[in-house]
């Protein structure tokens, strides 16, 4: 069974930093890319990372630079390091994976399978 759970939402201030990490399991780890896509209350939801299993990356335009994805073989969590934080950055992140070796630009926001979420939130 295909899972993959979230964690590492906060509450941070603006210019700060935080990771979020996916563990994923139920399915070959170092075969498929895995995404991380958001989505803010009112707006459209939007692929913000991908990273393919030859560890190339793709990234969404606006947080190209303030964010880092990163995968770990060993212990097959996917990170999301995010600096520089900005009042348009909180939403729900998601992590997901179609099974597929399938990241490219502009990066996707659909995945057949993804996690419940985690809340980041940006806030003096």
């Known amino acids: 069974q295909v899972q993959l759970v979230e964690s590492g939402g906060d509450v941070v201030q603006p210019g700060g930093s935080l990771r979020l990490s996916c563990v994923t399991s139920?399915?070959?780890?170092?075969?498929?890319?895995i995404g991380w896509f958001r989505q803010a209350p009112g707006k459209e939801r939007e692929g913000v990372s991908c990273?393919?299993?030859?560890?190339?990356?793709y990234y969404l335009d606006s947080v190209e630079g303030r964010f880092t994805i990163s995968r770990d073989s060993a212990k097959k969590p996917v990170y999301l390091h995010m600096d520089s934080l900005r009042p348009e950055d909180p939403a729900v992140y998601y992590c997901?994976?179609?099974?597929?070796?399938?990241?490219?630009?502009?990066?996707?926001?659909?995945?057949?399978?993804r996690g419940p979420g985690t809340q980041l939130t940006v806030s003096l």
């Open positions: 139920g399915f070959s780890f170092d075969y498929y890319s």
């Open positions: 990273i393919n299993l030859g560890s190339s990356t």
């Open positions: 997901g994976t179609s099974l597929y070796s399938d990241c490219a630009a502009p990066v996707r926001s659909d995945y057949r399978f």
